[in-house]
T-cell receptor, first 116, second 111 residues
Framework: GAGVSQSPSNKVTEKGKDVELRCDPI?????LYWYRQSLGQGLEFLIY????????KSGLPSDRFSAERTGGSVSTLTIQRTQQEDSAVYLC??????????????FGPGTRLTVT | GNSVTQMEGPVTLSEEAFLTINCTYT??????LFWYVQYPGEGLQLLLK?????DKGSNKGFEATYRKETTSFHLEKGSVQVSDSAVYFC??????????FGGGTRVLVKP
């Protein structure tokens, strides 16, 4: 079946502009995660969704970052007033949840964001 | 908080050599432990996992044993191939479902 997909695959934006990154999880996966992979910080957790709610937003680095999930499926990560330090690969993952247990996280190919 | 420390790379090996990548962790409670691999130009893939002390995860000739007494989860492979060239990430999942990753170790296998 289809894996986790993300769009766009690459995004170049000017400092100060807003960007939206999209994630389509694997069908039936109710848990969705955003991570960021950057040279200076490695792989960092950003936010976790269970259904449409986000019980853990602890990794969002500033209030310029927000995310939403609608219909228990697609999620959008929005970065407002982008800064050069936001340049990174943004990874989305999803996992199956059964009987309260979260199973393996499957990762998408990522969106490479470059802020100039 | 939770953290994962793994050896820095790059690690350069000849084909058929023995590979070890050290990983140690700090966590509250009893986390699950994982190794993820990122091949050139590809996304992160789960390589193996262990969910409790003394469990051994294995896949594609790689193995790692969950050692609670030394808080370690070292990755080993007895005979590497050129196709094993990749970046390897050690990770843990404690309460709360999010993964905490180590810094990654780049492995380059030369023919």
């Amino acid at each position: 079946g289809a894996g986790v997909s993300q769009s766009p695959s690459n995004k170049v934006t000017e400092k100060g502009k807003d960007v939206e990154l999209r994630c389509d999880p694997i069908s039936g996966h109710t848990a969705l995660y955003w991570y960021r992979q950057s040279l200076g910080q490695g792989l960092e957790f950003l936010i976790y969704f269970q259904g449409n709610s986000a019980p853990d937003k602890s990794g969002l680095p500033s209030d310029r970052f927000s995310a939403e999930r609608t219909g228990g499926s697609v999620s959008t990560l929005t970065i407002q007033r982008t800064q050069q330090e936001d340049s990174a690969v943004y990874l989305c993952a999803s996992s199956l949840v059964m009987s309260g247990k979260n199973y393996e996280q499957y990762f998408g190919p990522g969106t490479r964001l470059t802020v100039t | 908080g939770n953290s994962v420390t793994q050896m820095e790379g790059p690690v350069t090996l000849s084909e058929e050599a023995f590979l070890t990548i050290n990983c140690t962790y700090t966590a509250t409670g009893y986390p699950s432990l994982f190794w993820y691999v990122q091949y050139p130009g590809e996304g992160l893939q789960l390589l193996l996992k262990a969910t409790k002390a003394d469990d051994k995860g294995s896949n594609k000739g790689f193995e790692a044993t969950y050692r609670k007494e030394t808080t370690s989860f070292h990755l080993e492979k007895g005979s590497v191939q050129v196709s094993d060239s990749a970046v390897y990430f050690c990770a843990l999942k404690a309460a709360g479902n999010k993964l905490t990753f180590g810094g990654g170790t780049r492995v380059l296998v030369k023919p």
